[in-house]
């Protein structure tokens, strides 16, 4: 006889555990802590086998077994060795003046451009988030280098907020990025698959940032006012600037994802030369130095503890949830419904971007993606292509309050420049802008699908 527990069925167990989870994480309480606390609470009740007690003492419990094997499992997945990786190369990256030089260089460098200071904000973004894929880091840095220059030339504050928390978001989307190794895990597909198909959506982002800072710079120029050309140096020292500032990191990013687009390499392989790389270009800059390298280490080690210790609970979490049955009643939710594959796609994107107002991208990733994965199959969807919608979409976590880190992130670093409903109402515009990149990919799901054909053949379905 199947226990109960308040009355409830497992199923409702299930989506109670579920809700619970959302009101704390909304509390403020770790993720990664709230999800393995109830994974295991709720995991006591699953296995519970009372005649065990007896004999065995409370301990006599499954999901203690579960916990030990999903660490263990973490801890010996080569895939996830890439993260602290590439996680150091971002660090050392953002420690080094790198990107401090290379954001002047690209801004003189575009200065004829309408709102030439904000495209240079994005592309900087856009190279930056190539080698971290750590959104705080990010926005943090433009926040302290782009966005008072972008106000000192007369930039409107919201816009220039707007620009900085998009280009920042960048860093989930565009690869090497963490988001999608931990999506290539808890899907089980290859991350080097996934890398080649957010490659074209990326750049597409990043362009589509750009577009619309032109266009708003071009019928709205009080908005973003030109640069004075008669204070810039000559071009020929500008495009030596941007040569000397551009290419080596150019070429360190490249060379990275080259190596794992092109099969010489595997992920964790490519980030241990690129961690190597980013040290030497910091040594080449003269801004490697013990503290600076401590911080790094300290940071890395910081942010892949919080990612591993995602990982365990959201494992433990996801296995109760599907042992009780929590799982089953969204498939046959959807599969009572009788939807075409591109209705599902619509309602599953709604649902997610919905999410993003009170819920971060992890939390979305862990607990409701994992619902769709069988549903993409059900309805012959590419999983690849799922994926790429589902990281634009995450886009969107970032820049919808209340929960909008990246203008958290920006507030933190320029608390007194700036309000909090300034950089909201600035972010609203690039919003659009992703919803408009969604429908571009929807519609031409060769932008996800072509790159990874190209380069390792076309993947049997699954």
């Not at 999901?63 to 050392?92: C, Q, R, W």
Request: aromatic share 14%.
């Amino acid at each position: 006889m199947e226990q109960t527990l308040f009355g409830l069925t497992n199923p409702q167990v299930a989506i109670l555990m579920m809700f619970i989870f959302i009101g704390v994480v909304l509390l403020g309480f770790p993720i990664g802590f709230t999800l393995l606390a109830l994974g295991i609470f709720f995991g006591y009740y699953a296995y519970l086998d009372p005649t065990k007690i007896a004999d065995s003492g409370i301990f006599a419990n499954r999901i203690f077994d579960l916990v030990v094997k999903n660490t263990h499992s973490v801890m010996e997945n080569h895939v996830l060795i890439a993260v602290p990786l590439f996680l150091f190369m971002g660090y050392v990256v953002e420690r080094s003046g790198i990107i401090a030089r290379l954001f002047d260089s690209i801004r003189m460098a575009t200065a004829n451009l309408p709102a030439s200071m904000a495209v240079a904000a994005l592309i900087t973004c856009a190279l930056f988030s190539t080698a971290t894929g750590i959104v705080g880091a990010v926005v943090t840095l433009m926040g302290l280098l782009a966005w008072p220059a972008m106000i000192k030339a007369g930039y409107n504050k919201k816009f220039a907020s707007g620009v900085i928390c998009a280009g920042g978001c960048l860093g989930i989307l565009i690869p090497p990025s963490i988001m999608f190794i931990v999506y290539a895990v808890m899907a089980s597909l290859s991350p080097i698959r996934l890398f080649a198909a957010a490659f074209i959506p990326g750049m597409m982002l990043a362009g589509l940032y750009c577009i619309y800072c032109i266009i708003v710079g071009y019928l709205y120029p009080h908005l973003a006012p030109k640069p004075k050309l008669s204070e810039l140096p000559p071009k020929s020292v500008i495009y030596k600037n941007l040569i000397v500032d551009f290419i080596p990191l150019l070429i360190l990013v490249l060379l990275v994802l080259g190596a794992i687009l092109f099969g010489l390499a595997t992920p964790a392989e490519a980030a241990a030369a690129g961690a190597f790389g980013a040290i030497l270009l910091a040594f080449y800059y003269k801004n490697m130095n013990w503290k600076n390298l401590k911080e790094s280490v300290y940071l890395t080690t910081r942010s892949t503890a919080m990612i591993m210790w995602l990982f365990v609970g959201s494992w433990t979490f996801a296995s109760v949830f599907s042992y009780l049955g929590g799982h089953i009643v969204f498939e046959e939710m959807f599969k009572a419904m009788d939807l075409k594959p591109w209705q599902f796609l619509i309602i599953a994107q709604i649902i997610i971007f919905l999410l993003g107002f009170p819920l971060e991208w992890t939390e979305i990733l862990i607990i409701f993606v994992p619902i769709f994965l069988p549903l993409v199959k059900f309805y012959g969807i590419d999983p690849y292509f799922f994926a790429i919608l589902i990281g634009l979409n995450l886009q969107t976590s970032f820049l919808t309050p209340p929960m909008a880190m990246a203008a958290y992130y920006l507030k933190g670093v320029q608390s007194k420049n700036v309000l909090l409903s300034e950089i909201f109402i600035g972010m609203i515009p690039f919003l659009f802008v992703v919803i408009l990149s969604m429908i571009i990919l929807h519609n031409f799901q060769g932008l996800a699908t072509w790159l990874p054909d190209v380069l390792f053949g076309a993947e049997t379905k699954r």
